[in-house]
Protein backbone atom coordinates (compact mmCIF):
# COMPACT_ATOMS: atom_id res chain seq x y z
CA UNK A 1 0.00 0.00 0.00
CA UNK A 2 0.60 3.44 -0.69
CA UNK A 3 1.57 5.55 2.30
CA UNK A 4 1.98 9.46 0.61
CA UNK A 5 -1.21 10.80 2.00
CA UNK A 6 -2.47 10.98 5.84
CA UNK A 7 -5.14 8.14 6.38
CA UNK A 8 -8.42 9.82 7.27
CA UNK A 9 -10.32 8.20 9.90
CA UNK A 10 -13.19 6.31 8.84
CA UNK A 11 -16.73 7.96 9.14
CA UNK A 12 -15.21 10.96 11.26
CA UNK A 13 -13.43 13.33 9.03
CA UNK A 14 -9.94 13.40 11.45
CA UNK A 15 -6.47 13.04 10.03
CA UNK A 16 -4.20 10.94 12.19
CA UNK A 17 -1.54 8.66 11.37
CA UNK A 18 0.20 6.18 13.67
CA UNK A 19 -1.12 4.32 17.01
CA UNK A 20 -3.44 7.27 17.38
CA UNK A 21 -5.71 5.72 13.83
CA UNK A 22 -5.07 2.14 14.86
CA UNK A 23 -6.42 2.72 18.50
CA UNK A 24 -9.36 5.04 17.59
CA UNK A 25 -10.47 2.97 14.14
CA UNK A 26 -10.39 -0.29 16.28
CA UNK A 27 -12.85 1.51 18.55
CA UNK A 28 -15.15 2.36 15.26
CA UNK A 29 -14.90 -1.36 13.96
CA UNK A 30 -15.66 -3.24 16.91
CA UNK A 31 -18.72 -0.89 17.73
CA UNK A 32 -20.36 -2.24 14.51
CA UNK A 33 -18.78 -5.07 15.00
CA UNK A 34 -19.73 -6.43 18.51
CA UNK A 35 -23.34 -6.58 17.63
CA UNK A 36 -23.54 -8.55 14.54
CA UNK A 37 -21.21 -11.13 16.19
CA UNK A 38 -23.39 -11.67 18.79
CA UNK A 39 -26.21 -11.78 16.39
CA UNK A 40 -23.93 -14.06 14.60
CA UNK A 41 -23.58 -16.04 17.91
CA UNK A 42 -27.50 -16.75 18.04
CA UNK A 43 -27.89 -18.23 15.39
CA UNK A 44 -24.40 -20.25 15.70
CA UNK A 45 -25.80 -21.01 19.43
CA UNK A 46 -29.16 -23.03 17.76
CA UNK A 47 -26.93 -25.52 16.14
CA UNK A 48 -23.96 -26.20 19.30
CA UNK A 49 -27.35 -26.33 21.37
CA UNK A 50 -28.77 -29.07 18.87
CA UNK A 51 -25.61 -30.44 19.07
CA UNK A 52 -25.06 -30.76 22.72
CA UNK A 53 -27.75 -32.31 22.72
CA UNK A 54 -27.49 -34.68 20.05
CA UNK A 55 -24.31 -35.70 21.28
CA UNK A 56 -25.96 -37.34 24.46
CA UNK A 57 -28.36 -39.42 22.42
CA UNK A 58 -25.64 -41.31 20.21
CA UNK A 59 -23.03 -41.50 17.45
CA UNK A 60 -25.76 -42.39 14.95
CA UNK A 61 -27.95 -39.80 15.82
CA UNK A 62 -25.22 -37.13 16.13
CA UNK A 63 -23.95 -38.51 12.69
CA UNK A 64 -26.94 -38.11 10.99
CA UNK A 65 -28.53 -34.73 12.06
CA UNK A 66 -24.56 -33.40 11.78
CA UNK A 67 -25.09 -34.61 7.97
CA UNK A 68 -28.74 -33.00 7.95
CA UNK A 69 -26.96 -29.76 9.26
CA UNK A 70 -24.54 -29.53 6.82
CA UNK A 71 -26.58 -29.69 4.23
CA UNK A 72 -29.19 -26.95 5.76
CA UNK A 73 -26.20 -24.57 6.59
CA UNK A 74 -25.10 -25.10 2.94
CA UNK A 75 -27.63 -23.61 1.46
CA UNK A 76 -28.66 -21.10 3.86
CA UNK A 77 -25.42 -19.92 3.50
CA UNK A 78 -25.91 -19.42 -0.36
CA UNK A 79 -29.38 -17.86 0.21
CA UNK A 80 -27.51 -15.67 3.11
CA UNK A 81 -25.39 -14.45 0.07
CA UNK A 82 -27.75 -13.51 -2.12
CA UNK A 83 -29.32 -10.70 0.31
CA UNK A 84 -25.98 -9.82 1.95
CA UNK A 85 -25.69 -7.28 -0.57
CA UNK A 86 -28.83 -5.22 0.58
CA UNK A 87 -26.71 -3.65 3.54
CA UNK A 88 -24.31 -2.19 0.88
CA UNK A 89 -27.24 -1.50 -1.66
CA UNK A 90 -29.39 0.25 1.70
CA UNK A 91 -25.70 1.85 3.09
CA UNK A 92 -25.77 3.53 -0.57
CA UNK A 93 -29.68 4.60 -0.62
CA UNK A 94 -29.19 6.16 3.07
CA UNK A 95 -25.87 8.42 2.05
CA UNK A 96 -28.32 9.80 -0.86
CA UNK A 97 -31.39 10.10 1.98
CA UNK A 98 -33.41 7.69 -0.92
CA UNK A 99 -36.55 6.67 1.87
CA UNK A 100 -38.15 5.18 -1.46
CA UNK A 101 -34.81 3.03 -2.32
CA UNK A 102 -34.65 1.81 0.69
CA UNK A 103 -37.63 0.44 1.09
CA UNK A 104 -37.63 -1.35 -2.10
CA UNK A 105 -34.67 -3.03 -1.19
CA UNK A 106 -36.16 -4.22 1.51
CA UNK A 107 -39.21 -5.62 -0.64
CA UNK A 108 -36.46 -7.14 -2.78
CA UNK A 109 -34.25 -8.55 -0.47
CA UNK A 110 -37.38 -10.40 1.14
CA UNK A 111 -37.97 -11.71 -2.43
CA UNK A 112 -35.14 -13.38 -3.26
CA UNK A 113 -35.17 -14.69 0.06
CA UNK A 114 -38.40 -16.57 0.00
CA UNK A 115 -37.86 -17.53 -3.80
CA UNK A 116 -33.99 -19.40 -2.50
CA UNK A 117 -36.12 -20.55 0.77
CA UNK A 118 -38.77 -22.45 -1.34
CA UNK A 119 -36.38 -23.93 -3.55
CA UNK A 120 -33.98 -25.29 -1.17
CA UNK A 121 -36.23 -26.83 1.22
CA UNK A 122 -37.32 -28.80 -1.72
CA UNK A 123 -34.00 -29.69 -2.38
CA UNK A 124 -33.34 -30.51 1.10
CA UNK A 125 -36.76 -32.91 1.15
CA UNK A 126 -35.35 -34.58 -2.28
CA UNK A 127 -31.50 -35.06 -1.81
CA UNK A 128 -31.77 -38.73 0.40
CA UNK A 129 -31.04 -41.08 -2.51
CA UNK A 130 -27.85 -38.77 -3.61
CA UNK A 131 -26.37 -38.96 -0.20
CA UNK A 132 -26.19 -43.21 -0.19
CA UNK A 133 -25.12 -42.62 -4.61
CA UNK A 134 -22.24 -40.78 -2.87
CA UNK A 135 -21.09 -43.12 -0.13
CA UNK A 136 -22.93 -42.35 2.37
CA UNK A 137 -24.20 -45.07 5.74
CA UNK A 138 -27.63 -45.66 5.01
CA UNK A 139 -28.60 -45.64 8.10
CA UNK A 140 -27.40 -42.44 8.81
CA UNK A 141 -29.15 -41.30 5.40
CA UNK A 142 -32.70 -42.39 6.76
CA UNK A 143 -32.17 -40.55 9.91
CA UNK A 144 -30.68 -37.53 8.43
CA UNK A 145 -33.83 -37.49 6.27
CA UNK A 146 -35.99 -37.83 9.15
CA UNK A 147 -34.47 -34.74 10.55
CA UNK A 148 -34.35 -32.76 6.79
CA UNK A 149 -38.16 -33.33 6.54
CA UNK A 150 -38.70 -31.26 9.62
CA UNK A 151 -35.83 -28.94 9.63
CA UNK A 152 -36.51 -27.87 5.77
CA UNK A 153 -38.88 -25.72 6.19
CA UNK A 154 -37.09 -23.70 8.96
CA UNK A 155 -35.23 -21.96 5.44
CA UNK A 156 -37.99 -19.28 4.79
CA UNK A 157 -37.65 -17.99 8.19
CA UNK A 158 -34.48 -18.39 8.59
CA UNK A 159 -33.60 -16.18 5.50
CA UNK A 160 -35.96 -13.48 6.04
CA UNK A 161 -34.40 -13.01 9.09
CA UNK A 162 -31.02 -12.34 7.48
CA UNK A 163 -33.03 -10.13 4.75
CA UNK A 164 -34.18 -8.24 8.05
CA UNK A 165 -30.18 -8.33 9.60
CA UNK A 166 -28.81 -6.64 6.47
CA UNK A 167 -31.53 -4.19 6.47
CA UNK A 168 -30.82 -2.70 10.01
CA UNK A 169 -27.02 -2.93 8.95
CA UNK A 170 -27.11 -0.86 6.26
CA UNK A 171 -28.73 1.77 8.08
CA UNK A 172 -26.10 0.86 11.30
CA UNK A 173 -28.66 0.37 13.88
CA UNK A 174 -28.18 -3.56 14.48
CA UNK A 175 -29.33 -3.20 17.88
CA UNK A 176 -32.40 -5.14 17.55
CA UNK A 177 -30.51 -8.21 16.94
CA UNK A 178 -28.73 -7.68 20.84
CA UNK A 179 -32.33 -8.42 22.34
CA UNK A 180 -32.85 -11.24 19.93
CA UNK A 181 -29.77 -13.12 20.55
CA UNK A 182 -30.17 -13.96 24.64
CA UNK A 183 -34.00 -14.67 23.77
CA UNK A 184 -33.09 -17.30 21.13
CA UNK A 185 -30.12 -19.25 23.08
CA UNK A 186 -32.62 -19.47 25.92
CA UNK A 187 -35.54 -21.06 23.83
CA UNK A 188 -33.23 -23.24 22.26
CA UNK A 189 -32.00 -24.92 25.44
CA UNK A 190 -35.67 -25.10 26.88
CA UNK A 191 -37.31 -26.54 23.56
CA UNK A 192 -34.67 -28.54 22.82
CA UNK A 193 -35.06 -30.14 26.52
CA UNK A 194 -38.71 -30.58 26.22
CA UNK A 195 -39.28 -31.97 23.21
CA UNK A 196 -36.39 -34.80 22.84
CA UNK A 197 -37.83 -36.03 26.16
CA UNK A 198 -41.29 -35.06 26.43
CA UNK A 199 -42.39 -32.31 29.90
CA UNK A 200 -45.28 -30.10 30.52
CA UNK A 201 -47.50 -32.83 29.18
CA UNK A 202 -45.35 -32.75 25.45
CA UNK A 203 -44.79 -36.02 23.78
CA UNK A 204 -41.39 -37.26 23.77
CA UNK A 205 -39.96 -36.36 20.24
CA UNK A 206 -36.40 -37.96 20.75
CA UNK A 207 -34.13 -37.09 17.67
CA UNK A 208 -36.55 -35.33 15.21
CA UNK A 209 -37.33 -32.96 19.08
CA UNK A 210 -34.24 -31.65 18.07
CA UNK A 211 -35.37 -30.21 14.54
CA UNK A 212 -38.56 -29.21 15.34
CA UNK A 213 -37.04 -26.97 18.70
CA UNK A 214 -34.57 -25.23 15.82
CA UNK A 215 -37.61 -24.57 13.39
CA UNK A 216 -39.63 -23.07 16.25
CA UNK A 217 -36.57 -20.80 17.29
CA UNK A 218 -36.21 -19.75 13.61
CA UNK A 219 -39.65 -18.96 13.15
CA UNK A 220 -40.33 -16.84 16.63
CA UNK A 221 -36.61 -15.24 16.06
CA UNK A 222 -38.27 -13.91 12.71
CA UNK A 223 -41.34 -12.25 14.31
CA UNK A 224 -39.03 -11.04 17.24
CA UNK A 225 -37.22 -9.24 14.84
CA UNK A 226 -40.37 -7.72 13.36
CA UNK A 227 -41.52 -6.72 16.73
CA UNK A 228 -38.55 -4.87 17.59
CA UNK A 229 -37.95 -2.75 14.60
CA UNK A 230 -42.07 -1.81 15.06
CA UNK A 231 -41.05 -0.25 18.06
CA UNK A 232 -38.18 1.47 16.61
CA UNK A 233 -39.17 5.21 15.40
CA UNK A 234 -35.92 4.96 12.43
CA UNK A 235 -36.55 1.79 11.55
CA UNK A 236 -40.24 1.97 11.61
CA UNK A 237 -41.22 3.75 8.72
CA UNK A 238 -39.23 1.35 5.99
CA UNK A 239 -40.65 -1.60 7.38
CA UNK A 240 -44.25 -0.04 6.87
CA UNK A 241 -43.22 2.19 4.16
CA UNK A 242 -45.28 1.39 0.68
CA UNK A 243 -42.42 1.32 -1.24
CA UNK A 244 -41.74 -2.15 1.03
CA UNK A 245 -44.75 -4.26 -0.45
CA UNK A 246 -44.39 -3.76 -3.91
CA UNK A 247 -42.55 -4.78 -6.53
CA UNK A 248 -39.40 -2.84 -7.95
CA UNK A 249 -37.68 -4.32 -10.46
CA UNK A 250 -34.67 -1.95 -10.51
CA UNK A 251 -34.34 -2.86 -7.03
CA UNK A 252 -34.86 -6.61 -7.39
CA UNK A 253 -32.62 -6.66 -10.11
CA UNK A 254 -30.06 -5.19 -8.08
CA UNK A 255 -30.39 -7.05 -4.98
CA UNK A 256 -29.52 -10.25 -7.77
CA UNK A 257 -26.24 -8.36 -9.44
CA UNK A 258 -24.63 -7.42 -6.30
CA UNK A 259 -25.68 -10.71 -4.48
CA UNK A 260 -25.11 -13.47 -6.89
CA UNK A 261 -21.68 -13.16 -6.89
CA UNK A 262 -21.39 -13.19 -2.79
CA UNK A 263 -23.42 -15.79 -2.98
CA UNK A 264 -21.53 -17.69 -5.42
CA UNK A 265 -18.73 -16.98 -3.03
CA UNK A 266 -20.98 -18.52 0.25
CA UNK A 267 -21.68 -21.35 -1.89
CA UNK A 268 -18.30 -22.26 -2.64
CA UNK A 269 -17.35 -22.36 0.75
CA UNK A 270 -19.67 -23.89 2.35
CA UNK A 271 -19.59 -26.13 -0.55
CA UNK A 272 -16.19 -27.23 0.26
CA UNK A 273 -16.81 -28.01 3.72
CA UNK A 274 -19.49 -30.30 2.33
CA UNK A 275 -18.25 -31.77 0.13
CA UNK A 276 -15.14 -32.77 2.93
CA UNK A 277 -18.21 -33.58 5.56
CA UNK A 278 -19.20 -36.19 2.49
CA UNK A 279 -15.73 -37.76 2.08
CA UNK A 280 -15.16 -38.02 6.09
CA UNK A 281 -18.59 -39.67 5.79
CA UNK A 282 -17.62 -42.32 3.42
CA UNK A 283 -14.73 -43.06 6.02
CA UNK A 284 -17.47 -44.55 8.93
CA UNK A 285 -19.90 -43.30 11.26
CA UNK A 286 -17.25 -42.14 13.95
CA UNK A 287 -15.24 -39.91 11.84
CA UNK A 288 -18.57 -38.22 10.50
CA UNK A 289 -19.76 -37.92 14.13
CA UNK A 290 -16.13 -36.42 15.10
CA UNK A 291 -16.48 -33.78 11.78
CA UNK A 292 -19.71 -32.60 13.33
CA UNK A 293 -18.71 -31.91 16.36
CA UNK A 294 -15.24 -30.63 15.56
CA UNK A 295 -17.28 -28.58 12.57
CA UNK A 296 -19.50 -26.86 15.44
CA UNK A 297 -16.39 -25.60 17.27
CA UNK A 298 -14.94 -23.90 14.05
CA UNK A 299 -18.02 -22.56 13.64
CA UNK A 300 -18.52 -20.92 16.57
CA UNK A 301 -15.36 -19.16 16.21
CA UNK A 302 -15.75 -18.41 12.83
CA UNK A 303 -18.84 -16.13 14.19
CA UNK A 304 -16.46 -13.64 15.43
CA UNK A 305 -14.43 -13.47 12.26
CA UNK A 306 -17.92 -13.41 10.82
CA UNK A 307 -18.70 -9.96 12.03
CA UNK A 308 -15.60 -8.00 11.97
CA UNK A 309 -15.70 -8.75 8.09
CA UNK A 310 -19.21 -7.10 7.90
CA UNK A 311 -18.32 -4.09 9.91
CA UNK A 312 -14.63 -4.15 7.99
CA UNK A 313 -16.69 -4.04 4.79
CA UNK A 314 -19.21 -0.97 5.73
CA UNK A 315 -16.40 1.14 6.69
CA UNK A 316 -14.19 0.29 3.63
CA UNK A 317 -17.66 1.09 1.36
CA UNK A 318 -17.32 4.56 3.35
CA UNK A 319 -13.74 5.72 2.63
CA UNK A 320 -14.06 4.44 -0.67
CA UNK A 321 -17.21 6.43 -1.52
CA UNK A 322 -14.92 9.60 -0.43
CA UNK A 323 -12.29 8.03 -2.60
CA UNK A 324 -9.83 7.32 0.42
CA UNK A 325 -8.39 4.30 -0.41
CA UNK A 326 -5.53 4.52 2.12
CA UNK A 327 -7.69 4.57 4.93
CA UNK A 328 -9.62 1.95 2.64
CA UNK A 329 -6.69 -0.34 2.78
CA UNK A 330 -6.00 0.48 6.91
CA UNK A 331 -9.06 -0.48 7.42
CA UNK A 332 -9.25 -3.90 5.63
CA UNK A 333 -5.60 -4.45 7.52
CA UNK A 334 -7.01 -3.10 10.80
CA UNK A 335 -10.22 -5.84 10.40
CA UNK A 336 -7.97 -8.89 9.54
CA UNK A 337 -5.51 -8.14 12.48
CA UNK A 338 -8.33 -8.12 14.67
CA UNK A 339 -9.22 -11.71 13.43
CA UNK A 340 -6.01 -13.08 13.82
CA UNK A 341 -5.68 -11.89 17.36
CA UNK A 342 -9.15 -13.31 18.34
CA UNK A 343 -8.53 -16.59 16.82
CA UNK A 344 -4.98 -16.68 18.24
CA UNK A 345 -6.02 -16.44 21.78
CA UNK A 346 -8.79 -19.22 21.10
CA UNK A 347 -6.34 -21.48 19.95
CA UNK A 348 -4.36 -21.11 22.72
CA UNK A 349 -7.26 -22.64 25.08
CA UNK A 350 -7.83 -25.71 22.13
CA UNK A 351 -3.96 -26.29 22.64
CA UNK A 352 -4.08 -26.43 26.51
CA UNK A 353 -7.17 -27.93 27.32
CA UNK A 354 -8.54 -30.42 23.87
CA UNK A 355 -10.40 -32.90 25.87
CA UNK A 356 -12.46 -30.91 28.23
CA UNK A 357 -13.66 -28.57 24.69
CA UNK A 358 -14.91 -31.82 23.17
CA UNK A 359 -16.55 -33.22 26.28
CA UNK A 360 -18.71 -30.08 26.20
CA UNK A 361 -20.39 -31.91 22.69
CA UNK A 362 -19.99 -35.51 23.71
CA UNK A 363 -20.79 -37.48 26.66
CA UNK A 364 -18.21 -39.35 27.94
CA UNK A 365 -20.05 -42.00 29.61
CA UNK A 366 -22.19 -42.74 26.42
CA UNK A 367 -20.67 -46.42 24.70
CA UNK A 368 -18.42 -45.61 22.09
CA UNK A 369 -17.81 -42.20 22.58
CA UNK A 370 -14.54 -42.61 23.73
CA UNK A 371 -13.04 -43.20 20.57
CA UNK A 372 -14.92 -40.15 19.08
CA UNK A 373 -13.95 -37.77 21.75
CA UNK A 374 -10.30 -38.70 20.82
CA UNK A 375 -10.26 -38.14 17.35
CA UNK A 376 -12.23 -34.54 17.65
CA UNK A 377 -9.15 -33.63 20.57
CA UNK A 378 -7.18 -34.32 17.75
CA UNK A 379 -8.83 -32.64 15.26
CA UNK A 380 -8.97 -29.51 17.23
CA UNK A 381 -5.40 -29.09 17.68
CA UNK A 382 -5.43 -28.99 13.82
CA UNK A 383 -8.00 -26.45 13.94
CA UNK A 384 -5.96 -24.57 16.15
CA UNK A 385 -3.93 -23.58 13.14
CA UNK A 386 -6.86 -24.02 10.41
CA UNK A 387 -9.43 -21.48 12.29
CA UNK A 388 -6.74 -18.60 11.99
CA UNK A 389 -6.80 -18.95 8.09
CA UNK A 390 -10.38 -19.36 7.58
CA UNK A 391 -10.69 -15.95 9.43
CA UNK A 392 -8.30 -14.42 7.55
CA UNK A 393 -10.25 -15.85 4.14
CA UNK A 394 -13.14 -14.72 5.70
CA UNK A 395 -12.40 -11.13 6.36
CA UNK A 396 -11.04 -10.80 3.32
CA UNK A 397 -14.06 -11.83 1.43
CA UNK A 398 -15.78 -8.69 2.82
CA UNK A 399 -12.90 -6.05 2.70
CA UNK A 400 -12.85 -7.19 -0.74
CA UNK A 401 -16.74 -6.82 -1.44
CA UNK A 402 -16.27 -3.15 0.72
CA UNK A 403 -14.02 -2.37 -1.79
CA UNK A 404 -15.82 -2.69 -4.60
CA UNK A 405 -14.78 -6.31 -5.73
CA UNK A 406 -17.43 -9.05 -5.37
CA UNK A 407 -17.02 -11.54 -8.52
CA UNK A 408 -12.94 -11.21 -7.37
CA UNK A 409 -13.18 -13.72 -4.11
CA UNK A 410 -15.66 -16.41 -6.31
CA UNK A 411 -12.66 -16.98 -8.57
CA UNK A 412 -10.64 -16.68 -5.83
CA UNK A 413 -12.47 -18.99 -3.78
CA UNK A 414 -12.41 -21.68 -6.79
CA UNK A 415 -8.78 -21.77 -6.50
CA UNK A 416 -8.12 -21.80 -2.89
CA UNK A 417 -11.11 -24.10 -2.40
CA UNK A 418 -11.59 -26.36 -5.01
CA UNK A 419 -8.25 -26.55 -6.78
CA UNK A 420 -5.70 -26.75 -3.82
CA UNK A 421 -7.82 -27.42 -0.60
CA UNK A 422 -10.38 -30.44 -1.93
CA UNK A 423 -7.63 -32.34 -3.45
CA UNK A 424 -5.08 -32.18 -0.68
CA UNK A 425 -7.78 -33.29 1.53
CA UNK A 426 -8.55 -36.64 -0.75
CA UNK A 427 -4.81 -37.09 -1.83
CA UNK A 428 -3.89 -36.86 2.68
CA UNK A 429 -7.04 -38.66 3.74
CA UNK A 430 -7.85 -40.76 1.19
CA UNK A 431 -4.94 -41.92 -1.34
CA UNK A 432 -2.23 -41.54 1.95
CA UNK A 433 -4.79 -43.31 4.24
CA UNK A 434 -4.64 -41.02 6.80
CA UNK A 435 -7.85 -40.64 7.86
CA UNK A 436 -10.32 -37.72 9.01
CA UNK A 437 -6.91 -36.59 10.11
CA UNK A 438 -6.10 -35.67 6.55
CA UNK A 439 -8.65 -34.31 5.84
CA UNK A 440 -8.61 -32.09 7.96
CA UNK A 441 -5.12 -31.00 7.35
CA UNK A 442 -5.79 -30.57 3.46
CA UNK A 443 -8.89 -28.66 4.55
CA UNK A 444 -6.38 -26.21 6.51
CA UNK A 445 -3.94 -26.27 3.34
CA UNK A 446 -7.18 -25.18 1.07
CA UNK A 447 -7.86 -21.96 3.72
CA UNK A 448 -4.53 -20.87 3.65
CA UNK A 449 -3.83 -20.56 0.11
CA UNK A 450 -7.51 -18.90 -0.24
CA UNK A 451 -6.63 -16.51 2.66
CA UNK A 452 -3.03 -15.23 1.12
CA UNK A 453 -4.62 -15.07 -2.36
CA UNK A 454 -7.58 -12.88 -0.89
CA UNK A 455 -5.30 -10.84 0.99
CA UNK A 456 -2.91 -10.06 -1.55
CA UNK A 457 -5.76 -8.95 -3.94
CA UNK A 458 -6.98 -6.62 -1.52
CA UNK A 459 -3.69 -4.46 -1.02
CA UNK A 460 -3.61 -4.63 -4.65
CA UNK A 461 -7.15 -2.83 -5.11
CA UNK A 462 -6.87 -0.80 -2.95
CA UNK A 463 -3.24 0.75 -3.62
CA UNK A 464 -4.42 0.81 -7.60
CA UNK A 465 -7.76 2.50 -6.63
CA UNK A 466 -5.37 4.80 -4.36
CA UNK A 467 -2.99 5.58 -7.59
CA UNK A 468 -6.07 6.33 -9.58
CA UNK A 469 -7.75 8.60 -7.70
CA UNK A 470 -4.67 10.56 -6.08
CA UNK A 471 -3.16 11.19 -9.68
CA UNK A 472 -0.17 8.92 -9.29
CA UNK A 473 0.42 6.63 -12.15
CA UNK A 474 -0.77 2.89 -12.27
CA UNK A 475 1.74 0.17 -12.81
CA UNK A 476 0.96 -0.85 -16.46
CA UNK A 477 0.75 -4.95 -15.12
CA UNK A 478 -2.53 -3.26 -12.69
CA UNK A 479 -4.17 -1.24 -15.13
CA UNK A 480 -6.45 -4.13 -16.66
Known sequence: ?????????????????????????????????????????????????????????????????????????????????LVTGVSNLVAEARARHDKERIGALLFAGFFWATLCGVAFCAALLLIGPLLVLLGQDPAVVDKAEEFLMVLAPGMLPCLWFQNLRHFTTGLKRPGPLLAITLASVGATIALNYMLIHGTFGLPAFGFVGVAIATVTVFLLSFVAFVALIMRDSVLRPYLTSPDARRWNGDAVRSVWRLGLPISGTYASEAGFFSVLTLIIGSLGVEALAAQTVLNQIVYIVFMISAGLSHA????????????????????????????????????????????????????????????IIALTATGLLIAALMQVFDAIQNIGNGILRGIGDTAGPFRISLVGYWLIGLPAGYLLGVAADWGVEGVWIGQTVGLAATAAILLAAFLRRADRLHRATSGSPVPQSESS
Open 312 to 371: ASIHISEAGGGNDYVTAGRMGLLGTAWGVIATLVIAVVYLAIPNPIVSLFLSAEHAGNAD
Open 1 to 81: MSTDMNATTAGTGSTETGAGWWLKNSRVLLKLAFPLILTNFAYVALTTVDIIMLGRLGAVEIAAAGLAIALFNQLRTTGTG
